[in-house]
């Protein structure tokens, strides 16, 4: 008889022992695989969308501050802008060193504006670079296309009751209504926009900008870098840089991993020490059995693979269904539960689950397996 069919017959002689460690190797790699997969969904979901949303950062003219103070007390500080932007400094920006990096440059031109005796902020725009920057932008009617379009925020369409296809007076010109924003819960709700060049126009205000919009195309760009090289090229602007959303964002997907690495780390822990146990009691029931194959020729390498080649099947049927179970819960808790795109299945994280699983399953039992082989003949055979 091989050792092989004497592995198999005690792991069905001992049915109870196997399903229940099989069983008990299956909920931890389900959870394993469950709560990472859960968790990379979350992560690639965040990561899409502030690659989609990009990571902004808005140019303005530099300010003088001059504090006034009055007997030794500083009452107001007065602010004087220093010099102004143009068009031609959002050229600029889109030349700098890192203009792979950059999703799109919209300068923009702000300024009050009277429609119907009520007043409107009118934002003048280019309004390819502007849908460009602003993808979650939904306009009901039409995108704008020549300079005398308009798009109109929903807060505003609602208090001029206007709509797509209507027109609007700015000034003595006509413009027409070509879309109007769904709600953004923002000031863009209150907003008019116009073309750029016709809002400066409107103003005798045409090449200025108020400020200028800049979104790169991924989160995780060197935005410190972009803005020093920003601030290069205009050294008479101020650059901020709009991080604290995205750093949010990422600081609760790196604590949601760290969870997952630390349930995963417990769940590898407690999986082992059951092998171990388990394994331990079973070298200890199997005394007059190794006694007696240690009496008839088998090696002390041989009892070692016979202990080991169980832990291996265990463990390999445990991570399959623990695998299959783990990939539905996942694409379960990423789905209806939270509320994301669920997760395909991914075989290459599968396969790495079942090798954790054997290494699980395997490594507790090499203790057991030694102690196993070491056993006297002698003193094993006299228990029978």
């Excluded at 119907?116 to 902020?121: Q, V």
């Excluded at 109109?152 to 797509?164: D, E, P, S, V």
């Excluded at 079973?282 to 088998?298: D, H, K, N």
């Amino acid at each position: 008889m091989h050792f092989r069919d004497i592995a198999f017959s005690n792991l069905r002689r001992r049915r109870g022992r196997t399903i229940f460690l099989i069983i008990s190797l299956s909920v931890g790699v389900a959870t394993m695989v469950g709560v990472t997969s859960a968790t990379n969904a979350m992560r690639v979901s965040v990561e899409s969308k502030l690659r989609e949303f990009g990571a902004n950062m808005v140019v303005m003219p530099k300010t003088l501050e001059m504090p006034i103070v009055y007997g030794g007390v500083s009452i107001a500080a007065l602010q004087a802008t220093v010099g102004e932007l143009t068009e031609e400094d959002a050229t600029l920006v889109a030349s700098i060193q890192r203009k792979d990096a950059l999703r799109g440059v919209s300068p923009k031109l702000i300024n009050a504006v009277q429609v119907e005796g009520k007043e409107f902020m009118l934002v003048g725009v280019r309004f390819r670079d502007e849908l460009k920057m602003k993808p979650w932008w939904n306009i009901q009617g039409d995108k704008p296309s020549l300079s005398r379009h308009v798009l109109l925020g929903a807060i505003t369409a609602r208090q001029l009751n206007k709509q797509a296809g209507d027109t609007l007076i700015l000034g003595e010109k006509k413009f027409r209504v070509v879309g109007v924003l769904e709600e953004q819960l923002s000031n863009d709700d209150r907003a008019i926009f116009a073309d750029l060049r016709e809002t400066g126009l409107l103003f005798n205000q045409a090449g200025r900008v108020s400020f200028i919009e800049v979104s790169t195309w991924c989160a995780a760009c060197p935005v410190d870098t972009i803005v020093q090289q920003i601030s290069a090229k205009l050294p008479n602007a101020r650059v901020f840089a709009v991080k604290q959303l995205v750093e949010g964002e990422l600081s609760q997907v790196r604590l949601a991993t760290s969870f997952a690495i630390a349930l995963t780390t417990i769940i590898l822990i407690a999986g082992s020490l059951i092998m171990l146990f388990a394994m331990m009691a079973s070298v200890r029931e199997r005394t007059q059995e190794v006694g007696i194959l240690r009496a008839i020729g088998f090696r002390q390498r041989q009892i070692i693979r016979l202990f080991l080649l169980e832990g291996i099947v265990i463990s390999l049927i445990g991570g399959c269904i623990g695998a299959v179970v783990g990939s539905i819960a996942g694409a379960m808790l990423s789905g209806p539960l939270i509320g994301l795109e669920a997760p395909s299945f991914d075989p290459r994280f599968a396969g790495i689950a079942i090798f954790l699983a054997i290494m699980m399953g395997t490594l507790p039992v090499i203790y057991p397996a030694r102690k196993a082989s070491q056993l006297d003949p002698t003193t094993a055979l006299r228990a029978i």
